[in-house]
């Protein structure tokens, strides 16, 4: 039962005494609602700290990432289609702003006279998005409850395969969120010319920004990037119309007064193309967060996941093929001075007036919030593999707004040092952060091919057969991607996709040997203890902390031991005087030390105890005071934590601090 808290405890409005709800006496303290025999459940939205510190912090916490949500509330925080649009396809849809540029880049080593390829690229990046559409659109009917590479490889290839998808897909998140912060930096620099020097440190703020969005939780977010994404949306649209109608009429947008950027001089080859392709394909990255992303949306969840995936296939293709098209026709090239390809695009479309600067802006817009595709996608990632143990625990666990906080904390931590390595080079990072996402969609697309086989549900060998052509294709791709791009750095992806796959094996191993060795076998009845057990107080000083640890352990013990260590005899003996006088019953040891050092003499006095007193279970208690303010903390209980470190772990010792504030 509950103890009471007052002599006479408020009821809660419109409850019977019978009901057993008792509500603290402080104002919007918490309360404890009974459900059933020996369950109680706390509101945590009724609490509030008792400091004034406490609820300023709390306040402040709740104005930034808003009040806390409870379980029952997440079913509220999923999202209709026209939010989940923009919160998982933001990715996807805003690549059409460098994918073409950096196909261009590479083609532009053999001369501008290679150009021509641009359209014949985009027509097979799209073929390929279309398979993989179609592919992940089984995944999502097979796996409702969020059908990830990673669950989908784990649970049909087995465990080696699995934690590669997730490795692949982690180092694709991260990168992700590295691209699209720097790309959208660069069409804000396009627009506003004044701001390229500032561009790294724009970068770093503009992650921190969506970091910080992302912490109020996903149906918040979702609200937020509508807008920016909706507008890229349409400004891309009709761009693309704009232009291929001036085209037909015979004026065709022409890109002026632009210096190609340098590059390094290369014949025109199969591995010039191929390089070309590679970098192109960087427009289907974040396909696969729709499959990942079921759970998040509004029920039929599955159907309004497979709807989403259409959509933004159709207008990714367009607009893609459109874009590349335009830059053929308009002369546009990758430019020294910064300015990007859709920049040079739309200028020469719309001239520079309201439409351009909307463009610009709209696609600096999706381009900073498609780094919330990855903010969405790792953090439920490392969740996952977190409850299955291959990731440490605290990457588990929901936040107040029902975010994965642990995890987005970590990639924004990740991404902003990627930006600082690579000083915000797109073309840097590029060749780099595609293999992984394709890797991952070569063995969600194979496991997809198990589970039909297996399965043979209505329809399985249809099935069967998008996601085997699926799978040949993603693996073609990623082929192409570790031939083409491997001397420019995706050597080092997939070095560290090995080395991610290492460590959550280690920390795997772990966990099975914890719980290996903290398991209490189910036949296994635990018999009451026979042994003695005796309460020592560790006492560097007579004060009131002392005092009342020594009270804590008479309440443990009628065998209560106080220590003190001192290098000063007479010192020890007033305290001894002292502490038996003042505190009756009690006994008191003096410890010397000749060295001056406080712990080891207190450890070697402990062992030499339990040497005498084999059978005793011994309960160190040390006093710690609790300074008022933070900054005082680094001012007390170092020797506390000092011996506590030494004690911890020990065989028949337990530590208990006891804190005490004046």
């Not at 409005?13 to 402080?26: A, Q, T």
């Not at 008022?628 to 470190?645: A, D, F, P, S, V």
Request: hydrophobic share 50%; proline share 6%; aromatic share 8%.
């Amino acid at each position: 039962m509950l103890p009471p808290v007052s002599d006479s405890p408020k009821v809660l409005p419109g409850v019977k005494l019978g009901d057993r709800r008792i509500r603290l006496e402080r104002p919007r303290a918490r309360f404890f609602r009974y459900e059933a025999p020996g369950v109680y459940s706390a509101k945590l939205a009724a609490e509030e700290p008792n400091d004034a510190r406490g609820r300023a912090v709390a306040r402040a916490r709740y104005l930034l990432f808003g009040r806390p949500l409870s379980s029952e509330e997440e079913v509220v925080e999923r999202l209709p289609v026209w939010k989940a649009l923009p919160v998982f396809s933001s990715d996807v849809l805003s690549s059409v702003a460098y994918a073409t540029e950096a196909s261009l880049f590479t083609l532009l080593a053999a001369g501008t006279a290679a150009f021509v390829h641009i359209v014949p690229i985009s027509l097979a990046i799209v073929a390929v998005l279309f398979v993989v559409t179609f592919s992940y659109r089984q995944t999502i009917r097979a796996y409702p409850d969020g059908g990830g590479s990673y669950i989908v490889a784990h649970s049909n290839l087995g465990v080696l395969p699995g934690l590669a998808a997730a490795a692949a897909l982690l180092a694709g998140y991260v990168l992700t969120a590295a691209v699209s912060t720097a790309a959208g930096i660069v069409a804000l620099g396009s627009a506003i010319p004044e701001l390229r020097p500032f561009m790294l440190p724009l970068m770093v703020a503009s992650i921190v920004v969506v970091m910080g969005v992302n912490l109020r939780g996903i149906r918040e977010s979702g609200g937020i990037f509508a807008l920016p994404t909706y507008l890229f949306v349409l400004s891309g649209l009709v761009m693309v119309g704009v232009g291929l109608a001036r085209t037909a009429l015979g004026s065709p947008p022409q890109v002026t007064d632009v210096e190609p950027a340098a590059t390094v001089p290369a014949a025109f080859g199969v591995l010039i193309l191929a390089r070309a392709f590679a970098d192109g394909c960087s427009a289907m990255t974040g396909t696969e967060a729709v499959a990942n992303g079921v759970p998040a949306f509004r029920e039929p969840a599955w159907k309004n996941a497979q709807a989403s995936m259409a959509v933004v296939a159709g207008l990714l293709a367009f607009i893609l093929i459109g874009i590349s098209y335009l830059a053929l026709v308009s002369g546009a090239t990758p430019a020294a001075s910064g300015e990007s390809v859709l920049s040079q695009v739309g200028r020469a479309t719309f001239g520079v007036g309201p439409a351009y600067y909307v463009l610009q802006f709209a696609t600096m817009g999706i381009l900073l919030l498609a780094a919330n595709t990855s903010f969405n996608g790792l953090p439920r990632l490392t969740s996952i593999l977190a409850r299955d143990g291959y990731f440490p625990r605290q990457f588990a666990f929901q936040g107040e707004r029902l975010a994965f906080n642990v995890g987005i904390v970590a990639l924004a931590l990740l991404s902003i040092g990627v930006l600082v390595l690579f000083r915000g080079s797109i073309t840097a990072l590029i060749p780099l952060y595609a293999i992984g996402v394709f890797t991952a969609f070569t063995l969600s697309q194979a496991g997809m091919v198990h589970h039909w086989l297996v399965e043979r549900g209505p329809g399985w060998r249809r099935s069967a057969l998008i996601n085997g052509v699926g799978a040949t294709v993603t693996a073609l791709v990623t082929a192409i991607f570790a031939v083409a791009n491997f001397a420019l750095g995706a050597w080092t992806v997939i070095v560290l996709v090995a080395a991610l796959v290492a460590l959550m094996l280690f920390v795997h191993r772990e966990y099975v040997d914890e719980a290996r060795r903290l398991a209490v076998r189910p036949e296994t009845v635990i018999p009451r203890p026979h042994r003695v057990q005796h309460v020592i107080v560790a006492a560097p000083s007579f004060t009131r902390a002392v005092v009342q640890a020594i009270r804590v352990g008479q309440t443990m013990s009628a065998d209560v031991h106080v220590v003190h260590v001192t290098s000063d005899l007479l010192e020890g003996e007033r305290f001894r005087r002292r502490a038996e006088q003042q505190v009756p019953g009690i006994s008191v040891t003096i410890v010397e030390s000749r060295y001056r050092t406080l712990v080891n003499p207190f450890v070697r006095y402990l062992e030499v105890d339990q040497e005498l007193h084999p059978d005793d279970v011994t309960v160190v208690l040390l006093p710690e005071y609790v300074p008022r303010h933070w900054w005082e903390r680094m001012l007390y209980n170092q020797n506390t934590h000092r011996i506590r470190r030494a004690l911890i772990g020990r065989r028949d010792i337990v530590v208990l601090d006891v804190p005490y504030r004046a």
